[in-house]
């Protein structure tokens, strides 16, 4: 009677495209993936237009805003109104920048990218970074396997 099902559980994996790497904060652990399947949603030249300090296009508020990485619009993060968040579903725009931290946040996926191995992310992080710290992101080595780097990283929009 007490026969087993025969189910076999698998560890549920992690999304097989796009490498992940894994980053350690104070918070614990969270993955910065170095590709999404809607990185053809960002536009090029948003590194004319970024501004780290720009008000949330709905509300006005001006603290830490995201940058919408497809129509450059500026709104503000889940803690505020949420208004990046409304837009990502509203537009279908997925991938936005923290000026805080200048984290990478796809909604659609929901998982942080890494800005500085993506060179779709790159140009807009470089920009964001000048402005913010007045000088350019260092540039970072691929890591070595085993070693682990350690990034800042944000509450999502
Ligand atoms: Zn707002
Ligand atoms: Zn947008
Ligand atoms: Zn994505």
């Given at each position: 009677m007490a026969a087993s099902s025969g189910e076999h559980h698998q560890p549920v994996k992690e999304q097989e495209e796009g490498g992940v790497q894994e980053h350690e904060d104070e918070a614990g652990w969270v993955k910065a993936h170095?590709?999404?399947?809607?990185?053809?949603?960002v536009t090029s030249g948003l590194e004319n237009l970024a501004r780290f300090d720009a008000p949330c296009s709905?509300?006005?508020?001006?603290?830490?805003n995201w940058l919408?990485?497809?129509?450059h619009e500026v709104d503000c993060g889940r803690f505020v109104n949420g208004h990046m968040l409304a837009h990502s579903a509203e537009a279908d725009h997925p991938l936005a920048i923290g000026f805080r931290d200048l984290s990478v946040w796809c909604f659609a996926c929901e998982h942080y990218l890494d800005a500085q191995v993506i060179p779709q992310l790159r140009p807009v992080f470089d920009a964001l970074h000048l402005m913010k710290f007045?000088?350019?992101a260092p540039p970072r080595a691929e890591p070595k396997s085993g070693e682990r780097q350690v990034i800042v990283v944000q509450t999502p929009a």
């Open positions: 170095t590709d999404c399947a809607h990185l053809n949603k709905k509300c006005e508020d001006p603290k830490e919408c990485l497809t129509c007045g000088v350019p």
